[in-house]
C-alpha cells in the first residue's frame, strides 16, 4: 500500500469530512491543513507531535481533537475554533502566539507546557479550569538579539473561572492580563513583575480581584494607583 508521510498545505480546508483518524505513522497536522474548514467536527492522531501554523484556523464547527503526543502547537493553530470544547495535551511544552484566539474553550489541561506565547488565550470567553502547573515562561511576542521581549498579553480580554496559579513562574512580562475577567492569581516564586500586567481586568463577575504575592518578588512594575487595598495579599 501507498505510505502517507505528510499533506500539502490547505488540503482538507474545502472538504465535506465530519470527522479524521490519523494513521500512527503521521507525525505532524502541516500548515493550513484544515484551514476555514466548517465542515470538520472532530480530529484524531495518536501520533501527532506537531499542529503547524493555522492548522484549523477559523473551523468554526471542530468539537473535539485527540492528539495525545503533541509536542509543540503553532501559531494561529486553532484560531476562532468557536465550537471547541476544551484541550487537553499532557505532554505539549509550547504554544505559539494566537494558538487558541476567540476559541470557545471550557477548559485548558496543558500541565507540562513550558512556554506559552503572546496572545495564545486571548478573547477565550469561558474557560473554567486552566491547568498550567510546569509553565515557566510566558513569551513576548518580539525578538531581537536573542530575546524575546513586549508585551504578552497571553489572557487578553479572557474569562478565567478558575483561580489561576503560577508555581514556576519567574517573572511576567506587560499586559498578560489586560482586560481579562478573573477571580484570583497566585504566584509561588515570582521574582519579577512588569508594568500593567494585571491593570484594566474588568471584575463584574467577582466584584475584586486577590493577586496572591510570594515573599521570593524583587521587582514589581505594578502601578498601584489602579488597585484598592484588598486586591493584594
Do not use: H, M
Not at 501520533?47 to 477559523?58: A, L, P, R, T, V
Not at 485548558?108 to 507546557?113: S, T, Y
Not at 492569581?185 to 513583575?193: D, G, H, M, R, V
Request: hydrophobic share 35%; charged share 20%.
Amino acid at each position: 500500500g501507498i505510505s502517507v508521510k505528510g499533506f500539502a498545505d490547505k488540503l482538507f480546508s474545502d472538504t465535506n469530512f465530519q470527522a479524521v483518524w490519523f494513521s500512527d505513522e503521521i507525525t505532524s497536522i502541516t500548515s493550513g491543513l484544515f484551514y476555514g474548514n466548517t465542515n470538520i467536527r472532530y480530529v484524531d492522531g495518536l501520533g501527532i507531535k506537531e499542529i503547524q501554523d493555522e492548522s484549523f484556523y477559523n473551523c468554526s464547527r471542530l468539537y473535539t481533537v485527540n492528539f495525545p503526543e503533541v509536542i509543540e502547537i503553532g501559531k494561529k493553530a486553532f484560531y476562532g475554533t468557536t465550537q471547541l470544547s476544551g484541550i487537553s495535551f499532557e505532554d505539549c511544552t509550547l504554544i505559539e502566539q494566537y494558538a487558541f484566539y476567540g476559541s470557545i474553550i471550557r477548559y485548558v489541561d496543558l500541565p507540562n507546557v513550558k512556554t506559552i506565547c503572546a496572545y495564545a488565550f486571548e478573547k477565550c470567553p469561558c474557560i473554567y479550569s486552566f491547568n498550567v502547573s510546569e509553565l515557566i515562561e510566558l513569551r513576548g511576542r518580539l525578538y531581537k538579539d536573542g530575546v524575546w521581549y513586549a508585551d504578552n498579553r497571553f489572557l487578553q480580554q479572557a474569562s478565567v473561572y478558575d483561580v489561576l496559579n503560577f508555581e514556576n513562574l519567574k517573572s511576567i512580562p506587560y499586559g498578560c492580563f489586560y482586560q481579562a475577567n478573573i477571580k484570583r492569581i497566585e504566584f509561588s516564586n515570582i521574582k519579577s513583575i512588569g508594568s500593567l500586567p494585571i491593570t484594566y481586568c474588568k471584575k463584574p463577575f467577582y466584584g475584586s480581584i486577590t493577586i496572591v504575592l510570594p515573599s521570593t518578588l524583587e521587582e514589581c512594575g505594578l502601578d498601584a494607583d489602579k488597585y484598592k487595598v484588598g486586591d493584594f495579599l
